[in-house]
């Protein structure tokens, strides 16, 4: 995956919150995997909604905010807050905001591969 500046950016302060939301006890990391990669199919479906989330004219208040209410009450708490850092952070192109949830989602189901002993099978 090649990613301009402010993707890698962006991807990396991605990265450290999932690895926060992940570190916690309550966090399964299975589900924050699933619940990702099904926010990045519907973006890849829904090209309105995947600029609107990407779109850094908007505040990254405003673009948290729409996360949220998109997505409150359908995901875990956990996905929510990679999302929120997702959302507010500046991606150099909608595709690259997929392709870098895409990479979050694996990492978490990678984890949870990990934990259960699986990741060799994987």
Do not use: C, Q, Y
């Not at 500046?5 to 450290?16: I, P, T, Y």
């Not at 919150?17 to 589900?31: C, K, P, S």
């Amino acid at each position: 995956m090649t990613l301009h500046a402010a993707s890698r950016e962006a991807l990396g302060l991605a990265e450290e919150r999932l690895g926060e939301v992940l570190a916690d006890a309550g966090a399964d990391a299975a589900t924050v995997g699933d619940e990702l990669l099904s926010v990045v199919d519907l973006l890849d479906r829904e090209i309105g909604l995947r600029r609107a989330v990407s779109n850094a004219s908007a505040t990254p208040e405003a673009r948290t905010e729409l996360v949220r209410r998109l997505f409150d009450g359908k995901l875990s708490e956990p996905a929510l807050k990679v999302l929120d850092a997702v959302a507010g952070s500046r991606w150099s192109s909608p595709r690259e905001l997929t392709d870098g949830l895409e990479s979050l989602g694996r990492s978490a189901l990678l984890t949870a591969a990990e934990k259960a002993g699986n990741v060799d099978t994987v």
